[in-house]
């Protein structure tokens, strides 16, 4: 399926398939780790890689707009790789089609341009966001929630690997639900994985093939 519900924290997730959560009760469409730009930055310093990969995001990103008619966009840090390039010239005439969504970004480790540009995008940083019992840090080893509140973070671009006959061995991204906080998957298809490793009682889910499929 292209989505699951999941239930955690006295709030209900619909975890997608395309590296996102919906937020039903706050009408928010959550995403970590866009990193618009980051192929851009890649090609200017010599490196082959395809030109459209931020349009592919942002396209996917689009469809998940129009599927859950979101209020608010909550990017949980690394919106941007860095330094200014054409893709945020990008990102700009995409925002336009959006005017009244409203994006917040958590403010990340890439995220470095001057603010001034985040406010001619429309975008409101936080360098760390709370909503109800939730509590929004792009790394989660630097979050400073109460202790009634839940972390959700990015930063680690979470993976899991796994293991078939004859020595095989894939890696996937995936959805974690520890005890103190969740990491979201990497919404960018152009980044690493990081294997974690949950313990048996930790939700997680991996995303394979357009499904979102529970390991445990």
Known sequence: MGETYFSYKDQKWCLSAQRA??????????????????SAHFRREGIAVPANLVQEDLFRLQRLITQFSPSQLIIVGDMFHSTYNNDVEYFNTWRHQFPHIQVHLVNGNHDIMPTD???RLGIQQHDHL??????FSHDPALHAAGEAQYVMSGHVHPGVTMYGAGKQALRLPCFYFGEEYALLPAFSAFTGLYSIKPAKDEPLFVLADGEVIRMQ
């Open 130 to 135: 709370n909503i109800r019992n939730i509590h």
């Open 21 to 38: 959560i919906y937020w039903e009760d706050e009408k928010a469409l959550l995403i970590a780790d866009l990193h618009c730009g980051k």
């Open 117 to 119: 540009v985040y406010v």
